[in-house]
């Protein structure tokens, strides 16, 4: 089920995106001579007041043509797309781009409207840093912050930076404890303490040692390279710090137990660090419901920070294009993911399909020829000059771009089946 609505859910994005485009075109008075949802061969298709709409076989992106929008298009009416202004083009380019902001900012929303299901910590202290190693002990439970219940561990970090300060209820060994936290404490309580956390795996990465090691969601890591661990961050150093390229995990799943070599790597998110490809167990589970005015900041909030991170990451790309295979990834990935955020809610499940909608979004604002983003180039830079750029300058870059496109795609199916591949050879 879950697969079939990312399916349809990645088909809306794309007749989101497309409609977009053909709405501003429309507007601005451009001719569209075809709206396809889809490439290939059309498994359907009609024509109505002139205009040619399908539905490809292979839905993995569409199209509007407008008249006049290629360069070697001879159509050169008023109609046509060339004989716009050039910032009738821009926005006709960015349109796109925009629809889909727009669906993901709604998605973003909607997904906060919804009970949320929440994964947490326990709200138990695991250590303190600084001052605070002198106030909490390790064990320390949270039991309420300014007299509110507190259900896991980031529960009370928001609870402690949207109050700024308050008494913190702790339970230590059976015997109830108040601590007072200033306003001007908050943030620095909040960036010392540490929850408790098993050496338990709660989500494998994609395309990373962990994932191609056939590690599960549940494993518990007993030992890396024969020491033995107890907790995640003690397990985390260990592999973080190794001299070598590799560690040796020995696992638990179950009742069976077993070793795996892993190779060691970098990505962008983790920078110079050392890792597998795994994320922390999340062992406590509670709902979350949010007023409207609520889901309408949040959504607005983590849209904006999705935006930011991506673009960061654009830019680290940038500087580490070796990353790029590691970075993109095909129908294989999105499934995946799409099943391991499908078990945690339907709430989970549209902030999944918000991000990707957003991903297309800023993909699609790339400058690069036959993009949404290489258009709006052309356009600025014809405002700049004022004249269009050449037609056979245009037909070269959009080749060039189509080419690029087309080594992208390729890159990112292949980094799927071959990291399926590896999957495989490892069971």
Request: proline share 5%; net charge positive.
């Amino acid at each position: 089920m879950t697969l079939i609505l990312t399916i349809l859910a990645f088909g809306l994005m794309i007749f989101i995106h497309e409609l977009g485009h053909f709405l501003a075109a429309r507007w601005f008075g451009v001719g569209i001579e075809k709206f396809s949802l889809g490439f290939g061969k059309p498994i359907l298709q009609f024509e109505k007041k002139g205009i040619k709409y399908r539905i490809g076989w292979l839905p993995l992106g569409g199209y509007v043509k407008m008249k006049g929008e290629n360069p070697d298009d001879p159509s050169a009416g008023a109609d046509s797309f060339r004989k716009k202004a050039w910032w009738k083009k821009v926005l006709i380019a960015f349109s796109g781009p925009f629809a889909n902001l727009i669906l993901g900012l709604l998605l973003f929303m909607v997904s906060f409207v919804l009970p949320l299901k929440v994964e947490d910590q326990r709200p138990i202290i695991h250590r303190a840093e600084g001052k605070w190693a002198e106030i909490f002990v390790p064990g320390d439970s949270l039991i309420s912050f300014n007299s509110k219940p507190i259900q896991g561990f980031s529960d009370f970090l928001e609870a402690l930076l949207i109050d700024q300060g308050g008494t913190a209820l702790v339970d230590r060994s059976g015997e109830p404890i108040s601590i007072d936290v200033q306003a001007s404490e908050a943030e620095s309580l909040a960036l010392s303490l540490y929850p408790q956390a098993a050496t338990v795996i709660g989500d494998v990465i994609p395309k990373t040692p962990a994932y191609h090691a056939n590690l599960r969601s549940g494993d518990l890591i007993t030992a890396v390279d024969s020491v033995s661990v107890s907790d995640w961050y003690a397990m985390r150093e260990l592999i973080v710090n190794s001299p070598r390229d590799q560690v040796v995990l020995d696992i638990r799943r179950g009742e069976e137990t077993f070793s795996r070599t892993l190779n060691l790597e970098t990505s962008l998110a983790t920078g110079t660090a050392k890792t597998i490809g795994i994320l922390q167990a999340q062992p406590v589970r509670y709902t979350r419901h949010f007023s409207l005015w609520e889901a309408v900041r949040l959504g607005s909030f983590n849209t904006a920070n999705f935006i930011s991170t991506n673009y960061q990451m654009l830019y680290k790309l940038v500087k580490r294009p070796a990353d790029l295979q590691r970075s993109v990834g095909g129908p294989v990935m999105i499934a995946t993911l799409s099943q391991q955020v499908g078990r945690k809610g339907l709430g989970q499940l549209l902030l999944f399909f918000g991000s990707i909608s957003l991903i297309l979004m800023i993909m699609n604002l790339l400058p690069i020829p036959i993009l949404d983003g290489g258009m709006i180039l052309f356009a600025v830079i014809e405002g700049i000059i004022r004249k269009p750029i050449s037609v056979q300058v245009q037909s070269v870059l959009q080749t060039i771009g189509l080419f690029l496109l087309m080594a992208l795609m390729f890159m990112a199916f292949y980094s799927d089946i071959a990291s399926e591949v590896l999957r495989f050879m490892n069971r």
